[in-house]
């Protein structure tokens, strides 16, 4: 009885008012379905257009992480190539090899000069005379050279230096005529100078 009570106020209201209230609630709805479709088109809209710039983002993240692996590589590339100018030259087992097998039997007497206060030019020095003497040639220092750049060929024959130049290049070894004058009277000479830079020219 009490319910009955308490909900009988909420129907003593005249039909005039009842009708305001039903349009202003019918108005209401309206309102709110048409707010609802703006809502939606409004995170429909923006939402593609976040997805764009989201896109875009990758997109610049992308290209600026292939930027800096391409950065990355060439820097590598770079320091390869340092190291490879810094490094000494050797002769390599496989150079030793062909030119042993291509100077074997023939009795060449030659002078190895060699530029002395240059240590990369001493070790070098070195291993050609190592390979030289195991070919079966003879072979004479002299160390007074103060500047001289590569490794070139000068005095004896002409077939002498052309046996030698070709047996040098097959074995991979940048030996070089040269038309200067051997200062050992004219024999044959196997000039080792200080290492030359990547542009030198000849």
Do not use: C
Request: hydrophobic share 45%; proline share 3%.
């Amino acid at each position: 009885m009490k319910s009955h009570w308490l909900l009988r106020p909420m129907f003593n209201i005249t039909q005039s008012l009842a009708d305001t209230i039903f349009s202003w609630a019918n108005i209401l709805l309206v309102i709110g379905a048409v707010l609802a479709l703006i809502g939606t088109a409004g995170v429909v809209w923006s939402g593609g257009i976040r997805e764009k710039f989201a896109d875009e983002r990758i997109s610049a993240n992308e290209a600026e992480t292939a930027k800096a692996k391409a950065e990355t590589a060439e820097a590598k590339l770079e320091q390869e190539r340092l190291k490879a100018q810094m490094a000494w030259r050797r002769v390599s087992l496989e150079q030793a090899q062909r030119l042993v097998s291509a100077l074997q039997g023939k009795p060449f007497k030659l002078w190895l000069t060699f530029v002395g206060d240059d240590p990369e030019s001493t070790v070098y020095r070195e291993d050609i005379n190592e390979v030289l003497t195991a070919a079966g040639l003879e072979t004479t220092f002299y160390s007074g050279y103060v500047r001289a750049v590569g490794l070139t060929i000068k005095g004896g024959s002409q077939v002498q230096r052309s046996q030698l130049l070709q047996a040098f290049h097959s074995a991979g070894l940048p030996l070089i005529e040269s038309n200067e004058q051997s200062m050992m009277s004219g024999a044959l000479e196997i000039l080792v100078g200080t290492k030359p830079p990547p542009d030198f020219q000849n």
